[in-house]
C-alpha cells in the first residue's frame, strides 16, 4: 500500500519567512503528486501538482514544491510567507494509475504577524 | 476551477438514526466520487470510491452496510450513515473526478460536519 509521510506535524512562523515543508512518498514506479491546502473553514484547495516533465513545479500564490525522485520526495516551499497561508497543507500520491490519492497526515502552518 | 458542494454543511442526529450526505458536481459531470473521513488533527481517510451507474468499492475496514453510497447520476453521490452512533461523528469531505476538465485531478466539497448524540 502507498504511504504518504509528512515530517511536520505544527510549523509556526513569522511573516516575510522562508517556509518548507517536507513530504515522503512511498510509491515506487509514475507517481503522482499534490499538495493540498485546507484554510480555517473552507474546503481542500489544490495549490500545485507534478505529473510529469519539470521536477520544479509552482503553483499558485508563489508556492513551489521539487520532485526528486531518488529520495521520493516532493517539499513544498515558499520564499516569504504572509500572515494569509495560516492553514493545513496536505501532501497526496497517486499511482499505480489507479484514481485514489493517498493523504499525508498534514501540516498546520501558523504564520504571525 | 470545477466546483463541488456538499448538503448538509453540519447535521446533528440522535443515536441510531440515519443521515443522508450528498455530493454534487456543479459544473461538469463526475464518472467518479470519492468519500473520505477526516478526524481532528488526522489526514483524510479514503472510505469509498463511487463510479457513475455501478457499485461503490470500499476501502478495507470500511463497512459498506453501514456506509451506504448511491452515484445515480453524473452530478450526485449520496452517502448515507445508517444506524449512526457517536462513534460515527466525524467530518466527512466528498470529492469529484472526470471528464476532460477535470482530467486527473480530484475537486473537493467543503464537508459536512457530523454529530451523532
Known amino acids: 500500500a502507498q504511504s504518504v509521510s509528512q515530517h511536520n506535524h505544527h510549523v509556526i512562523l513569522s511573516e516575510a519567512a522562508s517556509l518548507e515543508l517536507g513530504c515522503n512518498y512511498s510509491y515506487g514506479g509514475t507517481v503522482n503528486l499534490f499538495w493540498y491546502v485546507q484554510y480555517p473553514g473552507q474546503h481542500l484547495q489544490l495549490l500545485l501538482k507534478?505529473?510529469?516533465?519539470?521536477?520544479l513545479v509552482k503553483g499558485i500564490k508563489g508556492f513551489e514544491a521539487e520532485f526528486i525522485k531518488s529520495k521520493f520526495s516532493f517539499n513544498l516551499r515558499k520564499p516569504s510567507v504572509q500572515w494569509s497561508d495560516t492553514a493545513e497543507y496536505f501532501c497526496?500520491?497517486?499511482?499505480?494509475?489507479?484514481?485514489?490519492?493517498?493523504f499525508g497526515t498534514g501540516t498546520q502552518l501558523k504564520v504571525e504577524l | 476551477g470545477a466546483v463541488v458542494s456538499q448538503h448538509p454543511s453540519r447535521v446533528i442526529c440522535k443515536s441510531g438514526t440515519s443521515v443522508k450526505i450528498e455530493c454534487r458536481s456543479l459544473d461538469f459531470q463526475a464518472t467518479t466520487m470519492f468519500w473520505y473521513r477526516q478526524f481532528p488533527k488526522k489526514s483524510l481517510m479514503l472510505m469509498a470510491t463511487?463510479?457513475?451507474?455501478?457499485?461503490?468499492?470500499?476501502e478495507q475496514g470500511v463497512e459498506k452496510d453501514k456506509f451506504l453510497i448511491n452515484h445515480a447520476s453524473l452530478t450526485l453521490s449520496t452517502l448515507t450513515v445508517t444506524s449512526a452512533h457517536p462513534e460515527d461523528s466525524s467530518f466527512y469531505i466528498c470529492s469529484a473526478a472526470g471528464g476532460e476538465r477535470t482530467y486527473n485531478e480530484q475537486f473537493f466539497g467543503p464537508g459536512t460536519r457530523l454529530t451523532v448524540l
Open positions: 497526496a500520491s497517486k499511482g499505480g494509475g489507479g484514481n485514489k490519492l493517498t
Open positions: 463511487s463510479n457513475e451507474g455501478s457499485k461503490a468499492t470500499y
Open positions: 507534478y505529473f510529469s516533465g519539470d521536477p
